[in-house]
């Protein structure tokens, strides 16, 4: 009788325990330095940082908190971490599509940039410099105060823009590069039909990029359907060859169809100039 009633009282225990001990797991505490995620598209490219944002809380940040000349997580809790979508460029190095951790080596007249294979690290305790993809210096910048470090992406263009991470009284700036003009090349070639060839050939046209390939996707575009968008930009590719005759009558046939169409295109009116300038070429 003892016995079962013991085991009884053994199973309560244990179940009570394992329900506080389930509760407690669940229990979320915020972090003094908050999570953050800024994530940028630039040409084909996403990139993502991921990290903590300490504040400066009226402490020395430059050379106590953080010390000079040692490896920095660039942020507070877990290592920050950088992620590209597609290849990129950094100081000359070509780095692979992936996730990687960003670290940082301040020093009093020049930074250290970091990017590590590991993303997965606590701060910097586990950082070896044998997984570094990269390592450059830059130059850090004075800047207006900033409370909570944060990172933001600048100078945007469809092939590069610059990190920035400002913090204090600070600001430290890198660029990132990438092929956006070859990866769209790559994806026109693989791909067929009138609206994917009619796409590529109006990015090259507008690029100055690869103008024979450009020629070569709009005849493929208009050979399987003829609508006002590209019959009016092989028009512009003939009047780049300087073959204006053809111009004029590619450009004739592209404004009927423009006309036939519920909402008249946007730059119907520019078409028609170019259609009239052609004209007085003899």
Not at 33 to 60: E, F, M, N
Not at 184 to 201: E, F, I, N, S, T
Request: some cysteine; hydrophobic content about 40%.
């Amino acid at each position: 009788m003892m016995s079962k009633i013991l085991r009884i009282v053994l199973v309560v225990l244990l179940t009570t325990f394992l329900l506080v001990d389930a509760s407690q797991a669940q229990l979320k505490y915020p972090r003094v330095s908050q999570g953050a995620k800024v994530t940028q598209t630039a040409g084909l490219t996403d990139i993502t940082i991921s990290y903590h944002r300490p504040g400066v809380k009226d402490r020395v940040i430059w050379g106590e908190l953080v010390p000079f000349d040692a490896v920095w997580r660039t942020g507070a809790n877990e290592a920050t971490t950088i992620e590209f979508s597609t290849e990129v460029s950094v100081a000359g190095t070509k780095i692979a599509a992936g996730k990687y951790s960003l670290f940082t080596i301040p020093s009093r007249e020049e930074w250290t940039i970091v990017i590590n294979k590991n993303p997965n690290t606590w701060g910097a305790y586990d950082y070896k410099p044998e997984e570094d993809v990269v390592r450059f210096k830059v130059k850090p910048e004075t800047s207006g105060h900033q409370e909570w470090l944060v990172f933001t992406f600048e100078n945007l263009s469809k092939g590069s823009l610059d990190v920035v991470m400002r913090w204090e009284k600070v600001k430290v700036t890198f660029p990132v590069a990438f092929s956006t003009d070859e990866m769209v090349l790559k994806g026109a070639r693989a791909d067929l039909g009138w609206q994917p060839g009619y796409r590529a050939a109006a990015y090259c046209l507008d690029n100055n990029l690869s103008l024979e390939d450009g020629k070569k996707w709009i005849e493929q575009s208009v050979s399987v359907e003829k609508t006002y968008g590209n019959l009016s930009l092989k028009a512009r590719y003939l009047a780049l060859d300087k073959k204006y005759k053809d111009a004029v009558k590619t450009m004739q046939e592209a404004l009927e169809l423009g006309q036939k169409m519920d909402n008249k295109p946007m730059n119907y009116g520019e078409m028609e100039n170019l259609l009239n300038e052609w004209k007085k070429i003899k």
